[in-house]
């Protein structure tokens, strides 16, 4: 066993996993988290991702014991006081899903992607997404939703609101399993 100490979604948790335990499996089966799926568990197709120090991972393709000390955030924190993250909304509001299997991924790979381009083009956001497979919607709608959450998160000084950079620089409560 190896202790790990994490914050995901804004908890602090401290726990001894198994050396080869995947990060997914950490967060699904001891943080009950299951908000991030799992797909593939090969790395293909996406549907596991997670904010790893506000970068994108696939967290099947990471362990837990890697993230020792690190921040983690999941689709389940994104929501701010009953409100969707931006980009959850927009993938609501353009009907970005049809199974729903997907979108955890497809969300925070799109966070990510609005992060480095705030203004991405249709191609830049195909680009962006390209290591997350739908098998429903045939992108479109994705893709649009993406774009349309690129216009109502830019802000007069063009930086875009990110709620997720909101929830880190925030202190982090204690607890956890
Ligand atoms: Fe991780 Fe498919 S489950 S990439
Ligand atoms: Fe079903 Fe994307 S909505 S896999």
Do not use: W
Request: charged share 20%; glycine share 10%; with cysteine.
């Amino acid at each position: 066993m190896a202790q790990v100490r994490v914050t995901v979604d804004g908890v602090e948790y401290a726990d001894d996993v198994e050396p080869r335990m995947l990060l997914v499996q950490y967060l699904r089966e001891r943080l009950g988290k299951t908000g991030t799926v799992i797909g593939c568990d090969t790395s293909n197709c996406g549907a596991c991702t997670v904010h790893l120090n506000g970068q994108s991972v696939k967290s099947c393709s990471v362990l837990a014991v890697q993230v020792d000390g690190s921040e983690v955030m999941t689709i389940e924190g994104l929501a701010r006081d009953g409100q969707l993250h931006p980009v959850q909304q927009a993938f609501n509001d353009n009907h970005a899903l049809q199974c729903g299997y997907c979108t955890p991924g497809m969300i925070m790979q799109s966070i990510d992607l609005l992060g480095d381009n705030p203004d991405p083009s249709e191609l830049e956001v195909r680009h962006g997404l390209e290591g997350n497979l739908c098998r429903c919607t045939g992108y479109q709608n994705i893709v649009r939703a993406v774009r349309d959450a690129a216009q109502k998160m830019k802000p007069a000084s063009g930086t875009p609101d990110t709620a997720e950079s909101a929830a880190t620089s925030a202190s982090v409560a204690g607890g956890g399993s």
